[in-house]
Every structure is written in structure tokens, then in C-alpha cells.
């Protein structure tokens, strides 16, 4: 199953991006099932979570994405968004989109540049 992630790009402090990610590989009916998450790397750190979204609309978010980052989902497009607004220096990373299967298999997009210049 790929995962196809677009939205990324170079920004100012305080100006915001939105992030998508398209599985069309995946059957429609198994994606509604899925949990939807959206994760970041920085040069030299471990890999984050930055928020999820379940099946049932419950969404976690880390701290630092807190009233900044919003994920979304349309299942039946089988996309999963992350808008992101007031974007800092420090949110400078690649970010992975994630879809985890019931079953705990885990699917991998190929990852979005995010640049934020002060």
C-alpha cells in the first residue's frame, strides 16, 4: 500500500501549510478502520508523533501541535490532511503520514520537507 505525500514546502515564521496524504491503494471500506497519524523527523532527532485521528474521530495531538495543527480525514477519498498554522523554526522537519490497520500494520508515506525561516 503506498501513502502519497504532498504540501510541504518553505515558509515564514507564522505562516501556515497544509499537508496531504492520498492511499489509493487501499481499499476504501478497510481505510475507514484505519488510524490516521501524521509523524516528523528533524536532522539528528528521533521520529514524533505530531497528531492521530482514529476510526472514531478521537484525535491526539503532541504538545507542541496543540492549537497549532489540526489532522483531518475523508474517508471516502481515502486522504488525511494536516493543516498546520502559526508554523515556527522548530517545526522544521520531514513529515511521514501513517496509516495503522487494526491489526497494527503500518503503512509509510515517502515524507515532506517542512521548512520554517525566522
Known amino acids: 500500500v503506498q501513502l502519497q505525500a504532498s504540501g510541504g514546502g518553505s515558509v515564514q515564521a507564522g505562516g501556515s501549510l497544509r499537508l496531504s496524504c492520498k492511499v489509493p491503494?487501499?481499499?476504501?471500506?478497510?481505510?475507514?478502520?484505519?488510524?490516521k497519524a501524521w509523524y516528523r523527523q528533524a536532522p539528528g532527532k528521533e521520529r514524533d508523533l505530531v497528531a492521530e485521528i482514529s476510526s472514531s474521530d478521537v484525535r491526539h495531538y503532541a504538545d507542541f501541535a496543540k492549537g497549532r495543527f489540526t489532522i483531518s480525514r475523508d474517508n471516502s477519498q481515502k486522504k488525511v490532511y494536516l493543516q498546520m498554522d502559526d508554523l515556527e523554526p522548530g517545526d522544521t522537519a520531514v513529515y511521514y503520514c501513517?496509516?495503522?490497520?487494526?491489526?497494527?500494520?503500518?503503512?509509510w508515506g515517502q515524507g515532506t520537507q517542512v521548512t520554517v525561516s525566522s
Open positions: 491503494g487501499m481499499i476504501t471500506s478497510t481505510f475507514w478502520t484505519t488510524t
Open positions: 501513517n496509516i495503522r490497520t487494526p491489526g497494527n500494520v503500518n503503512y
